[in-house]
């Protein structure tokens, strides 16, 4: 149980052009997602809350015209990285809060390496 | 701004070899969890702990909190290569239930590598 899927597992765009990226709670509902970012052999770093139904709350300093997140539903909620640049090059990991467990527990995706050419 | 300081920062050692991982706070929290990362996947879920003083244990891994719920630690007992990767321990300030939507506080991360 408590399986996130994240999808493309890895992504190469051109500099100017918008990528999305999908994260899905596959065996239980989550009303709220959080989207991560990790450069290598760091922490994570959050950037934005997604709630289902509800604008996402981003962190202070990420650009929320620039990492558009949309939670259409319990199950899938998606970042969109508009207008890509080399300097957005990382990995973005998602996790997922499964609303029946009272600890608050995250399940993380495997991550999507994206690289800004 | 809740933190968790957690140390060391890098870890090499042989297999073998016995450690431990703390992470450490001035703040409460309500649960804790414990995760391991290999590279280019995801943190994977160790364990939650939730009550002062808690010990729990997964297999060769052992996970402590701290009576007053602001720090932990884990221990590893006769640490394989298995066990290399990046752990992070992330903690769930009181009250971010609510308004912060469960939102974790995550340390630094610790990098460990078993040498064979």
């Known amino acids: 149980g408590a399986v996130v899927s994240q999808h493309p597992s890895w992504v190469i765009c051109k500099s100017g052009t918008s990528v999305k990226i999908e994260c899905r709670s596959l065996?239980?509902?989550?009303?709220?997602m959080f989207w991560y970012r990790q450069f290598p052999k760091q922490s994570l770093m959050l950037m934005a809350t997604s709630n289902e139904g509800s604008k996402a709350t981003y962190e202070q300093g990420v650009e929320k015209d620039k990492f558009l997140i949309n939670h259409a539903s319990l199950t899938l909620s998606t970042l969109t990285v508009t207008s890509a640049h080399p300097e957005d090059s990382s990995f973005y990991i998602c996790s997922a809060r499964d609303m029946a467990r009272p600890t608050y527990e995250q399940y993380f995706g495997p991550g999507t390496r994206l690289t800004v050419t | 701004t809740q933190l968790l300081k957690q140390s060391p920062q890098f870890l090499s050692i042989q297999e073998g070899e016995n450690l431990t991982v703390y992470c450490n706070s001035s703040s409460v929290f309500s649960s804790l969890q414990w995760y391991r990362q290999e590279p280019g996947e995801g943190p994977v879920l160790l364990v939650t702990?939730?009550?002062?003083?808690e010990v729990k244990k997964l297999k060769r891994l052992t996970f402590q909190f701290g009576d007053a719920r602001k720090d932990s630690s884990l221990h590893i007992t006769a640490a394989q290569p298995g066990d290399t990767g990046l752990y992070l321990c992330a903690g769930l300030p009181l009250g971010a239930g609510g308004t912060s939507y469960g939102k974790l506080t995550f340390g630094q991360g610790t990098i460990l590598t078993v040498h064979p």
């Open positions: 702990v939730v009550t002062g003083g």
């Open positions: 065996d239980f509902q989550a009303t709220t």
